[in-house]
């Protein structure tokens, strides 16, 4: 049962440009969606979240959107740097610190 | 402040062996949890502790437990370990009630 799931394996993206991940869920009990970057042989690193309250939140070059109608979220990267080119996870969690992981998209960001 | 560390780095261990890890967090945070990640799975939530207890359970097998120390320090052991649990296993720590979890870099567990 994928509660959470990000449907698209990879992205490729020219720098300077926008990327934009997505990330689908099912569960309505969640309250708090996270995205984390991971590169390899490293734990994922935090970006950003967002409550359920709301439907936007931004820092810096990273914003995060909820749909909550539509169980949709997603990341918008502006502008796109090579360095950004990694793992991005969507996660979620329902009134606790137990994370439900999407399965990852690879976002390559080519220079 | 320094990050989450997780020790050892890597491990090979053979069927059979049990295996412990270590898991300091980050000063202040009181809140651990354990992840498993593999090529098939993904990110799988394993437990979460704070203040010694166990909050939180994932669905993993009873083989997989843990514990948490005083200072908050945690460790996670697999018993009779089976081909199946190689693994990168990370451990998070958090405030109290997150929502953002800090990850450490990971054991790479091999069982042979």
């Known amino acids: 049962d994928q509660q959470v799931k990000q449907n698209s394996p990879s992205l490729s993206v020219q720098e300077g440009r926008i990327s934009i991940l997505n990330c689908d869920y099912t569960?309505?009990?969640?309250?708090?969606f996270l995205w984390y970057k991971k590169y390899p042989a490293e734990g994922p690193t935090f970006l950003i979240s967002?409550?359920?309250?709301?439907d936007k939140n931004e820092d810096g070059r990273f914003t995060v959107f909820l749909n909550k109608s539509a169980k949709h979220l997603s990341l918008h990267i502006v502008p796109s740097q090579p360095g950004d080119s990694a793992v991005y996870f969507c996660?979620?969690?329902?009134?606790?610190?137990?994370?439900?992981f999407g399965a990852g998209t690879i976002l390559r960001v080519k220079s | 402040k320094a990050g989450v560390t997780q020790t050892p780095r890597y491990l090979i261990k053979t069927r059979g062996q049990q295996v412990t890890l270590s898991c300091s967090p980050i000063?202040?945070?009181?809140?651990v949890s354990w992840y498993q990640q593999t090529p098939g799975q993904g990110l799988q939530f394993l437990f979460e502790?704070?203040?010694?207890?166990?909050?939180n359970k994932g669905n993993f097998p009873g083989r997989f437990s843990g514990r948490q120390f005083s200072n908050s320090r945690s460790e996670m052991n697999v018993s009779t370990l089976e081909l199946g649990d190689s693994a990168l296993y990370l451990c998070?720590?958090?405030?109290?009630?997150?929502?953002?979890?800090?990850f450490g870099p990971g054991t790479r567990l091999t069982v042979l």
């Open positions: 000063s202040g945070h009181r809140s």
């Open positions: 998070a720590s958090s405030l109290e009630k997150g929502p953002a979890q800090y």
């Open positions: 569960n309505s009990m969640f309250d708090y």
């Open positions: 967002i409550s359920s309250i709301k």
């Open positions: 996660a979620a969690s329902a009134y606790g610190n137990k994370l439900v």
């Open positions: 502790y704070f203040s010694e207890t166990q909050r």
